[in-house]
């Protein structure tokens, strides 16, 4: 009798759990990530300093994407400009198209943008590869070489995309900049002066500013998700796709909410 109250006791407690379970799950993730992404600062400011792989990292992360950000540029000017033109047009002012095509790609465009191609195509690919090697073994050999692979294959690459996330920043708003200006000065006819003149007038350096810190902050979040979900992968290729997907899922999300809470910061500051 009193085993029978015992083995009903768990299902008495069961429409909490399926809260609580998730939002242990979760705990338990952020703090593996958190806890993940200390140790890799901690380890890159230490000894020995793997440049070649810094390097490797910035070529990955940075070169590599130059293309896809610029294409991605210059048709998002492209489409902004043509849609701001037709729409201050009614009120005669399509002069000032440019200053709001340059405030636009500082300040919000071009960091959102650059992060979301940078996790479309280094996140993921950071998190496929570190996967596959966790499952198969190749980590584990790194540690039994006496290597630490948060320093070897994390910190490089954690600093490679802080470094080259607010460079890749610039790229998009320069190449956005010269879409605007073909669409709006060639294809649709405003003055060339007034478009100018405007960018001169209206764009200030706070607006650059808030970009690269922007731009800084996803860097940091984009390496620190899609490390910590290929580091951790199990379950062999199964495993390592599901891990790149977290990885791409979670870091688009966590680009939109910091660049919510940035902005609000930065636009108070």
Known sequence: MASEQESEAPASGS??????????RVLEQLGSALELTGRTLMWMIRPPYRLSQLFAAMDFIGVQSVFIVSL???????????????SLRQFSAEGVVGSV????LAREISPVFAALMVTARAGSAMAAELGNMRVTEQIDALVTMGVSPVQYLLAPRLLASVLMLPLL?????????????????????????VFLANIDKYLVPNDFIMGEVKALTFGFLIAAISCNQGFNAS????????????????SAVAILIANYVLTSLLTEA
Do not use: N
């Open 15 to 24: 429409p909490f759990s399926f809260l609580i379970d998730p939002l242990i």
């Open 72 to 86: 991605t540029g210059i048709f998002s000017g492209m489409v902004l400009a043509l849609q701001t033109v037709h």
């Open 101 to 104: 095509v340059a405030i636009s």
């Open 169 to 193: 920043c610039i790229l998009y708003s320069c190449v956005g900049m010269a879409g605007a200006y073909v669409v709006a000065v060639k294809w649709l006819s405003v003055d060339p002066g």
């Open 235 to 250: 379950g062999g290729a199964k495993g390592v796709g599901e891990a790149t997907t977290r990885a791409v899922v979670q």
